[in-house]
Structures are given as structure tokens and as C-alpha cells.
């Protein structure tokens, strides 16, 4: 009995699929007679302008619109101006753009440190402010004047009280590229 039903069902299933296709072939030959061949087209003159009388489009515009596709589809015809973000399309992974300098650092001023600096004293001179430093690891003092550049930034002003450094930042994921640094002649 179990055999029978079985055997009921898919006979069932297998009618139901033949009607199926039966009425699509049905569907597709009527739609095939509505829609007859369209008539191929007819040789225009290469003088003679389209139906309205409107001049024929000028193809030198379609292959520079095609060309500056073909551009931005290889990379070199985009740009992406970030202003003051990280920009997204630069790999976090990728070198930086500055070249680190790894080795010995320089003698002096150019290879002072900005967190190994301790202000000891702020001068005026007829030239502007000028800074006294030390540097903890050299145990020599040093001069700066507003522009002096140190190993891993620039002295940007210099006050009575304070020095501001623009100390380079080498971390991609920084919204700029720098960070300033104070130091205090009384720290607090």
C-alpha cells in the first residue's frame, strides 16, 4: 500500500512538471509571433542628419570620455584628497612615507631627541627668544632658536616659559602626521 502511494505521488509530481513546460513553450511561441523580426536598417547618407533635423553626435567627444574611463579604471586618472584625515586607500601595512633613519644619530642639536630634552633656561636676545636645553642621556647643554631642527622634530616657538616642538609622529593610523610638544621651564 505504501508502494502505491508512492508511486501515485510521483506520477503526480511528473504530470504537473510536463503541464509546466507545455504552457511556457505555449507562452514563448505566442510572444515570438506578437514580435516580428525588426526590419534591418537602412543605409543612411553620411551627409544626412537623424529624424528631427538635430546634427549627428561628434565621436572625437565619446573617445576622450572613453580614455578618461580607461584612466580611472587603471589608477592613474584619480586622486583623493584626505584633508586633515588618514587617508583610507594607503596601506596601514606599507612603509611610511618619510624614510625612517635607523644607525647613529648625529652629533648636536640635529640629534637631540624631543622626549630626552629638559628646558634649564629661557634667554632674550636682540635676535629672539633663545632656549637652553639638556639633554638627559648626553649631559651637554644645548642652544635653540625658533626654527632648529632636532632628530625627530622642529622647534616651532619659544616663549619666556615654554618651548613648543612639532615632534613627527611615525604611526599610520594618526590623524596627522605630528604632535605638539611642550616643555616647561617650571614643569607642573
Partial sequence: MASL????????????????????????????????????????????????????????????????????????????????????????????????????????????????IDLTGVFRTSRGWVAQVVAANQKKSYLLRVGDQVFDGDVVGINKNEVVFKQIVQDPTALKPFREVVKSLNPS
Fill in 5 to 116: 502511494s508512492k508511486s501515485l505521488r510521483w506520477s503526480a509530481r511528473a504530470f504537473l512538471a510536463l503541464v509546466c513546460l507545455a504552457v511556457a513553450a505555449i507562452a514563448v511561441a505566442q510572444q515570438a509571433s506578437k514580435d516580428p523580426a525588426p526590419p534591418p536598417p537602412a543605409a543612411a547618407p553620411a551627409e544626412s542628419s537623424p529624424i528631427g533635423g538635430a546634427p549627428t553626435p561628434d565621436l572625437g567627444n565619446i573617445d576622450q570620455i572613453l580614455e578618461g574611463e580607461e584612466d580611472v579604471l587603471s589608477g592613474t586618472g584619480f586622486s583623493y584628497d584626505p584633508g586633515n584625515r588618514r587617508d583610507p586607500f594607503k596601506s596601514l601595512l606599507s612603509s611610511p612615507d618619510r624614510p625612517e633613519i635607523r644607525g647613529p644619530r648625529p652629533e648636536g642639536v640635529p640629534g637631540l631627541l624631543i622626549d630626552e
